[in-house]
């Protein structure tokens, strides 16, 4: 099973600024199938980026995902007040079992 | 638009079973495949459970394996998780989940609001 570490925890930050938030795999993600969500108090996730660098229909062009092998990212180029979420990386390599990480906090500074 | 909405969780004993429906609509239920993803604040994000567009492909995640059974019924727009011998570990919030493609992908890219199922006794 593929275990993904992301980091940092929590990211604090000011509306206007970059985000840049790191999901580490244990061993290489298949094609670069690896996804990204945003989940927000009481709602469900809402997937962002897929492929590691396609984004989802209806997702602004300020979130862009980056990375290739164990090392991925996804940036935030300049937060909005309605960014300040839970971000939580996925992959979906060539068989399940799927796995998550555990999730980075965005809140404002 | 897409929507997903599920029903039938609640409180359940030990050793009981379950059955949770999702009705979509807003799309051609028959073009995509399906999963059940689970939430809880200890574990996180778990697929439990999908099902390929036609039905004829199916994954269980090994903590369900034996005890939890998806299926569809595409003229209705429906699918299904039946849960049995439920354990205090399968409490969590439930989401229906719509994979990007027809074949189980993995991509989750529409999500129903979530219900919650609590196990105890």
């Known amino acids: 099973e593929v275990v993904l570490t992301q980091s940092p925890g929590t990211l604090s930050l000011s509306p206007g600024e970059r985000a840049t938030l790191s999901c580490r795999a244990s061993?290489?993600?298949?094609?670069?199938?690896l996804a990204w969500y945003q989940q927000k108090p009481g709602q469900a996730p809402r997937l962002l980026i897929f492929?590691?660098?396609n984004r989802a229909t209806g997702i602004p062009d300020r979130f862009s995902g980056s990375g290739s092998g164990t090392d991925f990212a996804l940036t935030i180029s300049s937060l909005e007040p309605e960014d300040f979420a839970v971000y939580y990386c996925?992959?979906?390599?060539?068989?399940?079992?799927?796995?998550f990480g555990h999730g980075t906090k965005v809140e404002i500074k | 638009q897409v929507q997903l909405v599920e029903s039938g969780g609640g409180v359940v004993r030990p050793g009981r079973s379950l059955r949770l429906s999702c009705v979509v609509s807003g799309f051609t239920l028959s073009r995509h495949a399906m999963e059940w993803v689970r939430q809880t604040p200890g574990k996180g994000l778990e697929c439990v459970a999908a099902i390929s567009y036609n039905g004829t492909s199916k994954y269980y995640a090994d903590s369900v394996k034996g005890r939890f059974s998806v299926f569809r019924d595409n003229s209705r727009n429906k699918v299904f998780l039946q849960m049995t011998n439920l354990r205090p570990e399968d409490t969590a919030v439930y989401y229906c989940?719509?994979?990007?493609?027809?074949?189980?992908?993995?991509?989750?890219?529409?999500w129903g609001q979530g219900i919650l199922v609590t196990v105890s006794s």
């Open positions: 989940v719509r994979d990007m493609a027809g074949e189980i992908r993995g991509i989750f890219d529409y």
């Open positions: 061993q290489g993600v298949s094609s670069n199938f």
């Open positions: 492929d590691s660098a």
């Open positions: 996925q992959q979906y390599g060539t068989s399940p079992p799927w796995t």
